[in-house]
């Protein structure tokens, strides 16, 4: 086809191409859901010593295409943009601060300073944000879990008074979003959420599923606060819990490492609010999540792992709900040898005083 025909031809040109040249190249194959690994690639390292020279525009675009593009690795493309990009966001109009920390959140690249310079730069621009601008850019914020309380009360005022402009996938994406940041202002959740009732026939089963953890939220922090979405808890619950969980291998590695401490533990458990949780003993309330890449974003100052919203959320919402959760994250489980594993785990337990073989775990002293 004519993509693959220009993919081949110009991946060895892109010395050619100017920086609108390679962020429109990139924009249009991601648009187009073409895959292009190759040519992708070459215009990430060619890009990279080339960011002064991209405008605002190229920026957002090339950025949000390569993070729309899940199977190419940029890493050297987005560190070297949130260096250039964080002195010049006063050059940034409302779409391209919303699509810039959109496609770093998307990507799983955490920057914090780059977000903050934009929260500072856009909270007094809030107004000229359409609803997809506000919602992406609070579901960025919240989902690279960086804090922005002047930015979140900027939308917040702002989505309240223009809710009715706002489509079902915004209202659902700033309601997570604000629920994921512990928004403690009910007034957004019920304006948007009496929104999303009505218009709840439009509603997919990701949205929906947005919308409950919203509501669990909700439920969470003000118990007696009257929430219009509260009669649709079942349908709401029922598509959140159709999204299966895919356990992973580390997850089996865990489970039977565990066993072998003596922990009794269900694999794979959904609480009654339809929660699932890796491991856990429903009799004590004491669960272990075990944390993949998917739960982490890359820092693009330190290359640490930074944990996001999503995972943060939920955690909240268990201990709201009675539970005692320890994580077990991937990168600290790879880094230990063999064994030390078990003790990791012993460890673990003790953190949240889990029951094994009738006791508490002791934890030797490290003296």
């Known amino acids: 086809g004519l993509f693959d025909a220009i993919a081949a031809e110009a991946v060895g040109r892109v010395r050619e191409f100017n920086p609108q040249d390679m962020a429109n190249t990139v924009w249009a194959f991601a648009t187009a859901d073409v895959a292009a690994a190759g040519l992708f690639d ?112 900027a939308i917040a005022i702002e989505a309240v008074g223009r809710v009715r402009e706002f489509n079902p996938q915004e209202i659902a994406n700033t309601i997570w ?98 929660i699932s949780l890796d491991l856990a003993d429903p009799d004590s309330k004491c669960a272990i999540e075990v944390d993949g890449p998917s739960h982490f974003l890359r820092d693009t100052s330190s290359g640490d792992h930074v944990v996001n919203g999503s995972t943060r959320l939920k955690s909240r919402l268990l201990r709201s709900l009675g539970w005692r959760v320890a994580h077990v994250p991937f990168f600290e489980w790879n880094s230990r040898p063999a064994h030390e594993r078990r003790q990791f785990l012993v460890e673990k337990l003790a953190q949240i005083n889990a029951k094994v073989g009738g006791r508490t775990p002791l934890v030797p002293s490290s003296s």
């Open 42 to 153: 070459a215009i990430a390292t060619e890009a990279v010593g080339r960011v002064r020279d991209f405008n605002p525009q190229d920026i957002a675009n090339i950025i949000w295409g390569f993070a729309t593009t899940a199977d190419v690795a940029a890493d050297g493309l987005f560190d070297a943009i949130a260096a250039e990009a964080v002195g010049r966001v006063r050059e940034f109009n409302p779409q391209n601060m919303a699509s810039t920390v959109w496609a770093f959140a998307t990507a799983d690249v955490a920057a914090a300073g780059l977000f903050d310079a934009i929260a500072t730069e856009a909270v007094g621009r809030v107004r000229d944000f359409n609803p997809q601008g506000m919602a992406n850019t609070i579901w960025a914020f919240a989902t690279a879990d960086v804090a922005a309380a002047g930015l979140f009360d």
């Open 177 to 274: 979003a604000f629920a994921c940041v512990d928004w403690a202002q009910d007034q957004l959740f019920t304006q948007l959420g009496s929104a999303a009732a009505k218009l709840f026939g439009d509603l997919n089963d990701n949205e929906k599923s947005q919308l409950y953890l919203g509501a669990l939220h909700v439920r969470c922090k003000w118990p007696k606060r009257f929430f219009e979405l509260a009669e649709r808890m079942e349908p709401l619950r029922s598509a959140y819990t159709r999204l299966e969980p895919r356990p992973s291998n580390l997850q089996r590695n865990v489970s039977a490492m565990l066993g072998e401490v003596g922990w009794d533990h269900s694999f794979e458990h959904r609480t009654d609010e339809g």
